[in-house]
């Protein structure tokens, strides 16, 4: 058993050692595609911020940009940067 457990380690690390491509690349790509889906997400939330500080300086944060009514109280505590009432948001 114990043979053969070290049999089948050292064949893996050979074959690694064999291989062209890094056994981990596959995980590091899908990890960078995980950041930068964050870093698109972060972005985009970074953007409606700013969009609802402009909306804050031009006094029509709060109300919706569709419809004109105000944004219930709830909802903005929910997301700040919502732009739209609930009703619009649909
Ligand atoms: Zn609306």
């Not at 114990?2 to 056994?23: I, K, M, Q, T, Y």
């Not at 995980?27 to 995980?34: K, L, M, P, V």
């Not at 919706?64 to 649909?90: F, K, N, Q, Y």
């Amino acid at each position: 058993m114990r043979s053969d457990h070290e049999g089948f380690v050292e064949a893996s690390l050979h074959s690694n050692a064999d291989d062209e491509h890094d056994p981990e690349g596959a995980t590091i790509a899908f990890e960078r595609s995980q950041v930068a889906t964050l870093a698109r997400q972060l972005t985009h939330q970074l953007a409606e911020l700013d969009a609802a500080r402009e909306r804050l300086d031009a006094g029509t944060y709060g109300a919706c940009e569709r419809c004109g009514a105000p944004i219930p109280e709830g909802r903005l505590e929910a997301r700040p940067a919502a732009r739209t009432c609930v009703a619009c948001a649909r």
